[in-house]
């Protein structure tokens, strides 16, 4: 299975599209004025054409609501003359630090690298950091070398929260934008994080909308037509209450994801970084996005979530990988969960709550997926659920030994 | 009650410009309702926590909350409010053609031109109130100020205790009084009819304050000529108590929206087996009628309404405006604010009479076309109702003391209780001062030349 992934400005003329005898659907990423408005993902036979009128059609019936949104913010715009604002708020943005965690995957490096070096940054004061964490070759050491903008720093000790507080303490700029080693930036990320950045001069994180790089298997497509890492195209100001959301803030999850999000460098500072109990690479390769806008919104600043601050990630292609990426995503949440538990008695009732509400909602999806009303097969979700037992029965406090073991060695 | 923090109602017209939102210590949370040139198009609860709120943040929650008002009043397809319906017709609404969408530029300026066009007809405007001057001089100020003015204004007095109604309407040049000696809302709006003049006739309470141009928009309603009622948008006047957020959250919350909905005699249809929702259509503290559908399915059934069942007196009326084959359309840009109850008691003695007189309208509504879904939501619906509710509420520990349930469903008893002891009164009764009311329509009830009626309103 592989769908063809096609971008549709609609403010052109709408194209014709003919799939290829291997497509057996299409994805569209709808633009209105390079603003990202819509997603949709449609199975198709191969060779089908999709004529300008039937797209007009999918287009309207997805996306017509944001479309006008996007008009009337227009109409408003151009009201208050914000226009002249805009570029005092460019000015007002301040220095930024991109650093990019990889490890062994020098291919995606050099695609995210490029993908960054292409945006157009005049009179931006920015650094690119690469944090080659636990190398077991030399190849992103040497690869970094081709690329004189691009700063290389060597975190030895093995762990993403390892490397992302290595970056923080590298980092020049005020503020810190982290990207995974396996996404791409959309040509309008950083006007993104600027308009964000713009629009909340209060806040202390931002995350932005995540789309699929590719769907060329059937695992990218079902994790993609699962919901992916998808936050709506929506801008969200996360506060210190969700209305309608009694869990808040524990439920981290809706706020965004560890491949695409920035923070304030002096904040991470103050709050004394990643906690590096969590996103520990291979043992627990999860949690520490969660934790960290968690403890963005417990500290009392707003999170934003920007669409317009994109990046395409490259879902895993095997459907083992994905089992494996579901079997995390429970032991990341649940060790998040245990370790707040711990760390903050005040939202303990809450947690006990999510906790309670993540396995019914778990067991709900399961029974779905056995009657067939779910788009995962029943082995994905169990993996899930599995993690989320394994994660709750101790995880954490595994985690930290190990850590500490880490630390003791490299010190 | 001293515990209760009150919420904010601000009023942001986005032409003037989106504020910067700061902090409330005094508030517990805004409700912040956007307008487009006196236009409502949509509201956001933005609480105490949110704040301080920057106003490009602001100004992305106004987008979010317009989108539906300004696309339903823009296209002709697409961004309709579905009726309510229990399953809804999918050929009643398609989604916005692309092209139109594409076409579409400066669509609030669009939207202003749309609903300032000038209307015509005489309207004459009837307050019907009790014993309630202080409530009553704010909103006859209001009245003073509707643009354009309309050619009569009638306030009538309902057996009042003391003549201080009187004396005050007397120090309004331009507001007619009249005096009704016998009790009952019902009567006092009946009598009202028979002293109007307009072609159009708008009711609204006496614990409301009318916007400016509540007249002028309740008449654009009118502009399809099967449409023989109006209702529109009640906003919160206050929200300064915890009974007048209770209110709002419940019975008169959610309002009926921003997009506007005709009510016609397919959604009649559609609704017919398990009781027509008539009590969604709007509420009559905003109502308005063509004069001439008293002539043609009678006039407010007295038995019903405030003073005599309690309430849906304006309900029952629609209910026969659309068994009769006429539709109701709900405007959203005729705006009142009311004044809710303050204090629980009230809350829930109007919750009572409020099931009382629904009870009572449902009856009355059997009685007269034999349309079974009365019965049924009478005896199926509302006790499968309160049941959930019972265990909802002792799910989440029962409090009496904020519970209305107990005396809502001892007001559903009361309301057949009431209909029995009533069911053999005229709904309505000519009396000398109505003199060109005949008995034809004074009844109320099989008027003749339905037939007629009812293809009128098809075509």
């Known amino acids: 299975m592989s769908y063809r992934i096609i971008e549709i400005e609609v403010t052109e003329p709408l194209p014709t599209i003919s799939l290829s005898n291997k497509d057996t659907g299409m994805a569209l990423i709808l633009r209105r004025k390079h603003r990202p408005i819509g997603f949709l993902m449609e199975p198709l036979s191969a060779n089908s054409q999709i004529t300008p009128e039937n797209l007009a059609q999918l287009i309207a019936k997805e996306a017509g609501a944001k479309m006008l949104q996007e008009t009337i913010r227009e109409e408003l715009t151009a009201l208050e003359h914000q226009q002249e604002d805009a570029k005092t708020w460019r000015d007002a943005f301040p220095s930024l630090t991109v650093a990019i965690c990889t490890k062994d995957r020098p291919e ?38 081709s690329y004189p903008q691009v700063r290389y720093v060597l975190e030895p000790k093995p762990g993403l929260n390892f490397a992302r507080n290595c970056a923080l303490y590298s980092a020049n700029g005020e503020l810190l934008a982290y990207l995974d080693d396996d996404v791409v930036v959309d040509r309008k990320w950083l006007e993104g994080l600027m308009e964000a950045w713009a629009e909340n001069p209060d806040a202390a994180a931002f995350t ?35 209305p309608g959301n009694p869990l808040h803030p524990c439920g981290a999850g809706i706020f965004g994801a560890g491949c695409n999000m920035s923070l304030r460098r002096d904040f991470l500072v103050k709050i004394g970084g990643f906690d590096e109990a969590l996103d520990t690479g291979a043992t627990l390769p999860g949690g520490g996005d969660l934790d960290i806008f968690y403890r963005v919104i417990r500290a009392g600043y707003p999170l934003v979530y920007e669409p317009k601050y994109l990046v395409f990630h490259q879902h895993r292609r095997e459907y083992a990988q994905l089992r494996r990426q579901y079997w995390t995503w429970g032991l990341g949440f649940m060790a998040f969960v245990t370790k707040s538990h711990q760390s903050d008695p005040p939202q303990r009732v809450q947690l006990r709550r999510l906790v309670w509400w993540w396995f019914k909602d778990q067991l709900k999806q399961l029974k779905n997926s056995f009657g067939n009303h779910h788009v995962l097969p029943p082995n994905m979700i169990l993996a899930e659920l599995w993690g989320g037992i394994i994660g709750i029965l101790g995880e954490y406090p595994r985690s930290l030994k190990r850590v500490e073991k880490i630390r003791s060695q490299f010190s | ?234 906003l919160p006047a206050e929200l300064e108590t915890e009974a007048q957020l209770i209110f709002h959250r419940g019975i ?53 309404g405030a003073g005599a069942s309690g309430c849906s007196e304006d309900s029952e009326f629609w209910y026969r405006i659309l068994a009769e084959g006429w539709c109701c359309c709900y405007e959203p840009s005729a705006v009142i604010y009311h004044y809710h109850r303050r204090d629980m ?39 499968r109702y309160y049941q959930q509710r019972f265990l909802q509420e002792l799910k989440t520990g029962f409090q009496p003391k904020q519970s209305s349930l107990l005396r809502e469903i001892a007001g559903c008893l009361a309301g057949v209780k009431y209909y029995i002891n009533n069911r053999r009164v005229m709904p309505f009764q000519s009396v000398p001062s109505r003199p060109h009311i005949t008995e034809k329509t004074g009844v109320g009830g099989r008027v003749r030349g339905v037939g007629v009626k009812r293809n009128s309103c098809r075509k």
């Open chain 2, 345 to 383: 008691d009230s809350l829930k003695h109007q919750a009572y009479q409020y099931m009382r007189g629904h009870v009572a309208a449902l009856l009355v509504q059997f009685a007269k076309y034999k349309h079974w879904g009365n019965i049924r939501r009478l005896l199926i619906a509302l006790p």
């Open chain 2, 252 to 304: 008169g919350g959610p309002g009926w929206g921003y997009r506007r909905m005709t009510f016609d005699p397919q959604f009649f249809a559609d609704m017919k087996s398990r009781g027509v929702p008539v009590w969604r259509i709007g509420a009559g503290a905003n109502m308005a009628f063509r004069r001439k559908v008293f002539d043609l399915v009678g006039y407010f059934d007295e038995r019903l």
């Open chain 1, 108 to 145: 995606n490096l050099a695609r995210c690298l490029q993908s960054l070096l292409n945006l157009q940054v005049s009179a931006l004061k920015w650094e690119i950091l690469v944090i080659d964490n636990a190398p077991s070759d030399e190849r992103t050491k040497e690869l970094v070398a």
């Open chain 2, 1 to 234: 009650m001293s515990a209760f923090v009150p919420w904010k109602i601000l009023h942001i017209d986005l032409s003037t410009g989106i504020p910067t939102l700061m902090a409330e210590p005094k508030y517990q949370a805004i409700y912040a309702v956007f307008w487009w040139y006196g236009i409502p198009l949509g509201h956001q609860e933005i609480f105490a926590a949110q704040l301080p709120m920057p106003a490009t943040q602001l100004a992305n929650l106004a987008l979010q909350a317009i989108v539906p008002a300004v696309g339903d009043r823009l296209f002709a397809q697409g961004f309709k409010q579905p009726l309510p319906v229990i399953s809804p017709n999918p050929a009643r609404d398609t989604h916005v053609d692309f092209q139109t969408l594409m076409a579409l530029k400066e669509p609030l300026k669009q939207l202003q031109e749309r609903c300032s066009q000038p209307v015509n007809g005489s309207i004459s405007v009837i307050v019907c109130t009790r014993n309630r001057p202080e409530e009553l001089a704010i909103c006859l100020r209001s009245l003073q100020n509707l643009s354009p003015p309309p050619q009569q204004i009638i306030v009538v007095d309902n057996a009042p205790n003391s003549d201080v109604t009187q004396q005050l309407v007397a120090q309004f040049l331009s507001i007619q009084y009249i005096l009704e000696q016998r009790p009952g809302l019902s009567v006092a709006r009946n009598t009202g009819i028979c002293h109007s003049k307009g072609d159009i006739i708008a009711f609204t309470d006496d614990d409301v304050v009318v916007h400016p141009n509540w007249m002028a928009r309740l008449q654009q309603g009118f502009q399809d000529p099967r449409v023989m009622a109006v209702t529109g948008l009640m």
């Open chain 1, 208 to 242: 932005g909308l995540v789309l699929p790089y590719e769907l060329v298997t059937d695992a990218q497509i079902l994790f993609e037509a699962r919901g992916g890492f998808r936050r709506g195209f929506e801008k969200i100001r996360y506060g210190q209450i969700l």
